[in-house]
Each structure stands twice: as C-alpha cells, then as structure tokens.
C-alpha cells in the first residue's frame, strides 16, 4: 500500500479515537479529574507489566502508590503541561493500569493518578469510566479483527512512550 495512504490511515484512526473518547466522555459522564496535592515520595515502581489474557491487555504504569488499606492505585506521569481536565486518551490509558491491577489483585483501585508537568489530577476509576474502556478495547479488536487497522507508520519508541493507547495498541514499541 502506498506509504502516504497508510499515514493518512493512521492520522484517520487517531482522530476517529480521540473523537470517539471525547464523545465517550461527554456521553457517558466520564469522571472529570480533581486537582490534588501528591507527595511522590510514597511511589514504588512496578518490576513487572501487568496482564490479562482475557482481554489480550498488557501495561505498567510509570508508578504505583499503596493506600492504608493496601490497595495499589496507579499513577501515570506526562511530561507536558497539565489542560483544564485532563485528556480523554489519557484517562483511558489510567482506567485500563486500574483494570489490569484489579485483574491482579482483585482488590479494584478506587481512582488513579494522573501527573502533568506543573499539576497532578486524581481520576476516579467509576463503572462508567470502565465500561468505556472495554467498550474502546471491544471497538479496536473489532477493527484488527477485520484487518483494517492500518499499520505502525514509525519506529520512534517515544511517540509509543508518549501515545495514550500504547496499552491497547499491539504494535507500540
Ligand atoms: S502506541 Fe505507537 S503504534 Fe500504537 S497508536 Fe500509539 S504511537 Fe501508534
């Protein structure tokens, strides 16, 4: 296939999802993020991605913070200056760290932790919030499973870093 067609795919397919979450979050009543005080020094790195077979979902969050009940939420790091509320794709990527680590622990994370460059949000992990998710994830093994996902069109590792779908995404790097 032409290479510039394969580009325009993919640009397509990212737009069609960005739209489609933000309709998600309109729609669905996604949870808005609450700007809160986070104190890093509580964080643990994860050695292990997590998985779950069923869903074919594999990720790691940047960090893990355990509440006083032992229950793990995760928290994602951007490097980027924090929006008004955060992005829908970026919720996302939170709510699929929440459903993996409930996947593991059966114990479900109450909310997740979002950090931007100059500001962190909490995002709480809502049945709606997971309903789209899989919803999402449905809708994209949908689309591979009728061969129509246009290919990878880079071999940068840190646009992957970077994406908010690199966990429901089988060709990051
Ligand atoms: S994870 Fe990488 S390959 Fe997948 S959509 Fe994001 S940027 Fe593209």
Redesign the pocket.
């Known amino acids: 296939m032409n290479p510039w067609l394969l580009i325009l795919l993919?640009a397509l397919?990212?737009a069609l999802l960005f739209i489609w979450s933000e309709q998600q979050k309109r729609r669905t009543g996604l949870p808005q993020g609450k700007v809160i005080y986070a104190d890093s020094d509580q964080w643990q790195a994860l050695t292990e991605p997590l998985y779950d077979p069923q869903l074919k979902l594999t990720g790691k969050p940047d960090y893990i913070l355990r509440l006083q009940d032992g229950t793990r939420v995760p928290v994602e790091v951007k490097s980027t200056f924090a929006p008004a509320q955060p992005y829908a794709n970026h919720i996302m990527q939170l709510a699929a760290y929440c459903l993996l680590l409930e996947r593991e622990s059966g114990q479900r994370p109450p909310y997740g932790l979002l950090r931007y460059r100059q500001q962190t949000f909490q995002v709480d992990y809502t049945p709606a919030l997971e309903l789209a998710l899989r919803a999402l994830i449905s809708e994209i093994r949908e689309v591979e499973r009728q061969g129509e996902a246009p290919a990878?069109?880079?071999a940068e590792a840190s646009?992957?870093r970077?994406?908010?779908?690199?966990d429901i995404?089988d060709?990051?790097?």
């Open positions: 993919l397919l990212a990878r069109s880079h646009r992957c970077g994406c908010g779908y690199r995404c060709q990051r790097l």
